[in-house]
């Protein structure tokens, strides 16, 4: 079995989903399907209902956050999702700098609640590693942390991985220097993968992402560790059993 745990289901068309699913049903990919906020994580819900292998997962996207959310209604979902994402900062690709401060806020919450329930937290860093960094500790939380597709500098991964977090290898491994060198540098008991899915494929290389491309990502990953692919199957599926009894 495959895992891809970070991947926006919901992002797929209306008349693409039967083959999405097909090709997940088929390949054994279980599936973390990411939400970017309620909606989102409604649409995700439906979605599975189709697949054994699609988990959904409830959290607001630091891209979704507006000043006027109100969190108080989203602590069910958080007590009933496996675990949380997609969560976290974006500093990077977010150029309104009035939405930072409620960005913060929105994932302080995530993280007091994360601590609350004992949840698994799937984090997205872009331009805010250090603080982010800062935040997981704050909060105890780090160990029960998937930091999802690293691309800050390698002090602050160093001690992210200090920390005790997970990681997510993606689909750049191929094509992007700076992403080897971290997969290179994390632990292989705490590195898992990812597709992103659909839509960061083709960021990287202008294919539309189909959830096999999870197989690709594996055999990046276990070149670059020097792994069996069986053995990090097996690790991965460890990890994701973990993480999932952890509620
Ligand atoms: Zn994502």
């Known amino acids: 079995m495959y895992i891809d745990f ?56 630091p891209w979704r956050v507006t000043n006027n959310i109100d969190l108080d209604k989203f602590e069910e979902y958080i007590k009933n999702t496996p675990l949380i994402g997609e969560i976290g900062l974006d500093f990077h690709w977010v150029e309104d700098k009035d939405t930072y401060p409620y960005q913060i806020k929105v994932f302080e919450y995530f993280l007091q609640c994360a601590k609350k329930y004992n949840k698994y937290i799937n984090v997205h860093t872009k331009g805010c590693e250090e603080l982010i960094l800062n935040l997981l500790r704050k909060y105890d939380v780090s160990s029960q942390t998937i930091i999802h597709w690293y691309s800050g500098g390698k002090d602050i991964l160093k001690q992210l991985i200090d920390a005790k977090c997970y990681f997510t290898g993606s689909v750049d491994l191929g094509y992007i220097n700076h992403s080897k060198e971290i997969i290179k540098e994390i632990p292989a008991n705490k590195l898992l993968a990812e597709t992103d899915g659909p839509t960061a494929l083709q960021w990287v290389n202008g294919v539309y992402g189909i959830p096999d491309e999870i197989k690709n990502v594996y055999e990046n990953i276990c070149a670059i560790k020097k792994l069996d692919l069986e053995e990090f199957k097996l690790n991965s599926q460890i990890t994701m059993t973990n993480i999932i009894k952890n509620k």
Do not use: Q, R, W
């Open 6 to 61: 970070h991947n926006h289901i919901d992002f797929y068309k209306d008349e693409e989903i039967d083959n999405v699913i097909n090709c997940i049903n088929s390949n054994k990919i279980m599936t973390i399907a990411c939400s970017m906020d309620e909606e989102s994580y409604l649409n995700n819900i439906e979605i599975s209902k189709k697949s054994d292998y699609i988990v959904p997962i409830f959290g607001i996207h």
